[in-house]
């Protein structure tokens, strides 16, 4: 019987890729754990990070890419500075630019896409600079369907429950966290009634580095974090943003430059949460929290990064397994967010993975890469 079955070539490689790929993050996970059970807890990580690494895909772009959307192993979107919207079809073997026209002056931080075809981007800053752009032609023409008539809003962040009903958060509006809602795939928007948002602190605001402040798990719950105040905390609905409850987390805040920059649920109970000091050089003791309960209680990492993180991401197929990235590396973890360790030292601001187990990140200068085996590196 035939390998790949009635693959062609390059079908039959992909998979045989795949293969690898899982078997080995398979096989890395039980040794990891294994070794992990042994271990005592104040002892360094196990070396088991080092078959991890990043495949840079040239861009030809020098846009700082905060916005991710991969929809499987071939197609991904990016949204970034100066209003640059880059797509690939091919695995980053080639990007097209397909921004929409007279944008230089925005900034994408967040897009959300469906498919080769359908994607949202959001663009972020004070009053009408935050804005909702969708495409339904692969990103040749582009409609604008929200622009903030609100002065004081800043919108940061935007995430999706299915094709129809999304979400998009702005920073407090009169002391709450303003949220819209689409029910028709973001051809429309509307302001949700603040009665069911907790108060937000003084100072309190949300974090605009990854397209992450806001995720979504099933199709109901919906979270959103924040930092900049005296605590950081993450706000939990179960009503798709009708009402929430909200909970400290131990990631530290008390600075405008601290907090929850980004989280990820693999399910409706559990999650991970990464941040820090987003200020080049400063320490950030405790970048990772975790949940098991929905939000309802976050535990602190026992070995967290060891550096500022503003995107992170569950690996498909390896239950307890995840990835977090920031400008000064990249962290796994094989026990739900309880151990990081360091197998990358490049520079990205948000990753996302696919159910086909392709895992991307982007950042600065154009960077886009798609996660290999291989040799890491530090």
């Given amino acids: 019987m035939m390998l790949c079955g009635s693959m062609d070539g390059s079908e039959c490689y992909e998979y045989f890729v795949y293969m690898r790929f899982v078997s080995a993050l398979s096989a890395i996970s039980v040794v990891s754990m294994l070794l992990t059970a042994s271990t005592p807890a104040s002892a360094d990580p196990v070396p088991a990070a080092s078959s991890l690494k990043w495949e840079l ?16 192993r ?14 690939t079809l091919d695995g980053g073997r080639s990007w097209q630019n397909v921004s929409p026209p007279n944008v ?14 359908n994607a ?19 990103g040749h023409t582009w ?15 935007m995430s999706f429950f299915d094709r129809k009903h999304g979400l998009a958060m702005s920073d407090p509006v009169g002391g709450k966290f303003r949220v819209i809602s689409t029910d028709d795939g973001g051809r429309t928007w509307r302001v949700l009634p603040s009665d069911g948002m907790p108060d937000a602190l003084p100072g309190e605001a949300a974090f605009a580095a990854s397209g992450q402040c806001l995720v979504t798990s099933g199709g109901r719950d919906v979270w959103l974090s924040s930092g900049s105040a005296a605590r950081s905390r993450i706000f939990h609905s179960r009503d798709r943003g009708h009402t929430w409850t909200v909970t400290d987390t131990p990631i530290p805040a008390v600075d405008p430059t601290k907090g929850v920059f980004a989280m990820a649920f693999r399910t409706p109970r559990q999650g991970i949460a990464v941040g820090g000091d987003f200020r080049a050089g400063e320490a950030s003791p405790q970048a990772a929290a975790l949940t098991r309960d929905g939000g309802a209680t976050w535990l602190a990492a026992s070995t967290p990064p060891r550096e500022f993180r503003s995107g992170v991401s569950w690996l498909p197929g390896l239950p307890t397994g995840a990835i977090a990235v920031g400008p000064t590396g990249s962290d796994v973890t094989l026990s739900s967010g309880r151990s990081w360790q360091r197998f990358d030292g490049g520079s990205f601001d948000t990753v996302s993975c696919t159910g086909d187990l392709a895992c991307w990140a982007s950042g600065e200068q154009g960077r886009i890469a798609r996660l290999t085996l291989g040799h890491g590196s530090d």
Wanted: proline share 4%.
């Fill in 120 to 138: 949202l981007i959001l663009s972020i800053g004070e009053g009408s600079a935050s804005r909702v752009y969708r495409t339904e032609d692969g």
């Fill in 74 to 87: 071939d197609v991904v979107w990016a949204a970034g500075t100066l209003g640059t919207v880059l797509r």
């Fill in 104 to 117: 230089a002056d925005l900034q994408f931080r967040d897009v959300e896409a469906f498919d080769a075809r």
């Fill in 143 to 157: 409609t604008e369907t929200f622009r903030s008539d609100e002065p004081t809003s800043f919108y940061d962040c």
């Fill in 57 to 72: 895909k040239p861009t030809g772009s020098a846009a700082r890419f905060r916005g991710l959307a991969p929809v499987n």
